[in-house]
């Protein structure tokens, strides 16, 4: 019966000590949970530039330009022009500068042809001469 009395101390000491264990375990895992530390993100940074974006890319500065009765009358050029430059200037610098001093090239190139062939033909080589050196 000594024996029998031994083997039940242990299964006592050892179902206390896991019933202790995970007790201790379970507790200390609520409290570090409960401590956990509080994120405040700071986000004024981004809102301040989704503003500046906001009114960066804000379309009412070159609309007159782009509405249809005006490029009826003087083509789509300068609204190409002027909405490419807008878009370098955004945060977002959709459109490269190099992009838009090809559109502006573009549109001398047709101004230049249209101001040298409205002239009498022998003043349009010195006209082409004018904007070449100009250019």
């Known amino acids: 019966m000594a024996g029998l009395n031994m083997g039940i101390e242990w299964i006592i000491a050892i179902a206390a000590f896991l019933l202790g264990g995970g007790a201790g375990a379970g507790i200390t895992a609520k409290i570090l949970k409960d401590k956990e530390p509080t994120v405040i993100v700071d986000n004024s940074a981004a809102v301040i530039d989704a ?4 009114e960066l890319s804000n379309l009412d500065l070159i609309e007159p330009i782009c509405v249809a009765e005006f490029i009826e ?28 001093d090809a559109i502006s090239n573009v549109n001398n190139t047709i101004t230049i042809r249209e101001v040298c062939e409205a002239v009498d033909p022998e003043s349009q080589a010195a006209c082409y001469t004018l904007f070449r050196e100009r250019k």
Not at 78 to 95: H, I
């Open 51 to 54: 503003e500046v974006a906001k």
């Open 73 to 100: 009358v003087q083509g789509d050029g300068l609204c190409r022009e002027l909405f490419c430059w807008m878009q370098t200037n955004s945060v977002t610098g959709e459109a490269s500068a190099i992009a838009c």
